[in-house]
């Protein structure tokens, strides 16, 4: 039996998302592993995590990925090639807490 990863139900704005789920993989993935850059691509995240545990959004499609603490990293990426980071969100479900951690359009980074 394939177990899926439980995201939240709600985007950050509250309205409903559209999920997509992979089976879970038991990955220990930690934000220190890559670099929030605009120079940061959704192949290269790809690449070095796999595909993401969800994609989520509603209207704005958003990458999860599971991180290691519990928290979930939702990056979107810019729709044409070479595809780069645009923004990245973390949330804390236990502390019912999102966080704007990267802003590509103002370039800037925000942990």
Same mark, same amino acid.
């Given at each position: 039996?394939?177990?899926?990863?439980?995201?939240?139900?709600?985007?950050?704005?509250?309205?409903?998302?559209?999920?997509?789920?992979?089976?879970?993989?038991?990955?220990?993935?930690?934000?220190?592993?890559?670099? $929030? +850059?605009?120079?940061? *691509?959704? /192949?290269?995240?790809?690449?070095?995590?796999?595909?993401? %545990?969800?994609?989520?959004?509603?209207?704005?499609?958003?990458?999860?990925?599971?991180?290691?603490?519990?928290?979930?990293?939702?990056?979107?990426?810019?729709?044409?090639?070479?595809?780069?980071? $645009? +923004?990245?969100?973390? *949330?804390? /479900?236990?502390?019912?807490?999102?966080?704007?951690?990267? %802003?590509?359009?103002?370039?800037?980074?925000?942990?």
């Amino acid at each position: 039996m394939i177990e899926e990863n439980k995201l939240s139900s709600k985007s950050i704005n509250n309205e409903p998302n559209t999920r997509i789920t992979t089976p879970n993989t038991g990955r220990r993935l930690r934000l220190d592993e890559i670099k $929030l +850059s605009v120079q940061l *691509t959704k /192949e290269q995240v790809i690449a070095k995590w796999g595909p993401p %545990d969800a994609i989520e959004g509603f209207g704005v499609e958003y990458f999860v990925y599971k991180l290691g603490d519990g928290r979930h990293l939702g990056l979107r990426f810019a729709s044409q090639e070479p595809h780069p980071l $645009l +923004s990245a969100i973390i *949330t804390d /479900e236990s502390k019912r807490e999102s966080k704007v951690i990267f %802003d590509g359009m103002n370039k800037t980074k925000l942990r």
